[in-house]
DNA sequence: GCAGCAAAAACGTGATCACAAATGCCCATG
DNA sequence: CATGGGCATTTGTGATCACGTTTTTGCTGC
């Protein structure tokens, strides 16, 4: 049964709604996982792997998998074999200064548009982040502390700022998930209170410094 | 004639030195010519097109593509089109104050690496902007312009944000074009010659300013 | 029991094709 | 002469395939 014409499978996939590409589909679903920190440094992934997942062809896979790779969130061999990173001790501590020299950028420029209801939104957003400490689940607490972060940089009204600031999240993602498992039993975040308070008192300097401290703080003592 | 193999065209190719993969040709030149302001703004490209002028076939263009258009080198509209940013205002504001933070950043880590014959490199670079901007080639000033500032910031040993700093570039390439040919007569970089001034001097501060200054320089006017 | 080599399975790469949507063009109509 | 509708062309998308390379497996010999 020579079929000569590529058997179009779901040619009838009626685009329903808003649902945008298949590889836009694999991206974003990939990148989630990388950035909340569902994968464990230097894990490997193929593409036929890929597209079985997300159950679509290779061509689709392929290219997310290539913009993950231009963001840093996927390495890839000189072979084409693709794993997240596994970074170093040098790279880490870059990081940190980059999401240091960013978010405290961020913070700084959302402060003054920084209203009641949102710091009430981030108070919330530190009780869920004690539930997912309690309940020692590392992929929730590293989503919910991004969603934090992300909150706050949003009235910063600074797209390509915090467009970069996630790059490094992504990057960071594995990490993340290695260093939570290092440190089983964190604390509540108590710099998440001082980010809080010195919104709450429009102090900038105090703003700034809680800011680096937060993002600091964890990475410091897996590079050390 | 129902030929089932594909026709593999030129399976013979040998992959022949360390020529690496198509879609990584294709991508180095068009980022290049992207970051080296050879493409003005919207300017449209197609796959096709880019595959003819590579002479490659569609996929490893889509992939250079996706990677750009990831990486903010190009924008992708609703229907999969893509072209050269035509950035607005408030964009071209945060990216200079992307620049700002990241090159200052960079400049202040090299400073301590900074040795006299990389001061005599940035002078001699210094000369052939100045040579570009006689003969008014728009590329040649780009092009020498970023090879000062990259040739300060690898001294700073910090790799990851040498990548998002090269990234903003990139963003603002075809955008750099644009101004240059608004100002079509530049004076030759005075700001240049401040950061040069300031790693003989080992002055932080200085460098700081002169850094800021010649990145804000050029992009304030195109905003404003 | 282990090291090493060969066979096999799996992988990435690039090319081609069918299809749907979007764009552009041209002519007919007001 | 301007404008709108319909057709032809172009474009992106996703699937499949062949091929060379890499990785894993399994077996043999020491």
New binding site residues.
């Given amino acids: 049964m020579p079929?000569?014409?590529?058997?179009?499978?779901?040619?009838?996939s009626p685009?329903s709604e808003n649902t945008s590409?298949?590889?836009?589909k694999v991206y974003r679903g990939l990148r989630i996982r990388i950035m909340h920190g569902e994968l464990p440094p230097a894990h490997a992934?193929?593409?036929?792997?890929i597209?079985r997942e997300f159950d679509?062809?290779?061509?689709?896979a392929?290219?997310a998998v290539q913009r993950l790779v231009a963001e840093g969130a996927l390495f890839?061999?000189s072979?084409?074999?693709?794993a997240t990173p596994e970074l170093s001790n040098e790279r880490i501590e870059e990081l940190a200064a980059l999401r240091a020299l960013l978010e405290v950028e961020l913070a700084s420029r959302a402060l003054p548009r920084a209203h009641m209801a949102l710091i009430e939104r981030l108070q919330t957003i530190n009780g869920t982040i004690a539930e997912a400490v309690a309940h020692k689940d590392a992929v929730a607490y590293i989503r919910t502390n991004l969603e934090f972060h992300r909150t706050l940089y949003l009235r910063a009204q600074a797209p390509a700022m915090l467009a970069m600031c996630e790059t490094v999240w992504l990057q960071l993602g594995p990490t993340m998930r290695a260093l939570y498992g290092r440190l089983q039993r964190t604390e509540l975040p108590h710099f998440h209170r001082a980010i809080v308070a010195a919104l709450h008192a429009g102090d900038e300097p105090g703003l700034r410094l809680a800011v680096r401290s937060d993002v600091t703080q964890g990475l410091k003592l897996l590079a050390g």
């Fill in positions: 079929m000569q014409t590529p058997v179009p499978l779901s040619p009838a685009r590409s298949a590889h836009d992934l193929t593409l036929r792997g597209g679509v062809s290779m061509t689709p392929r290219e890839m061999s072979s084409g074999r693709v």
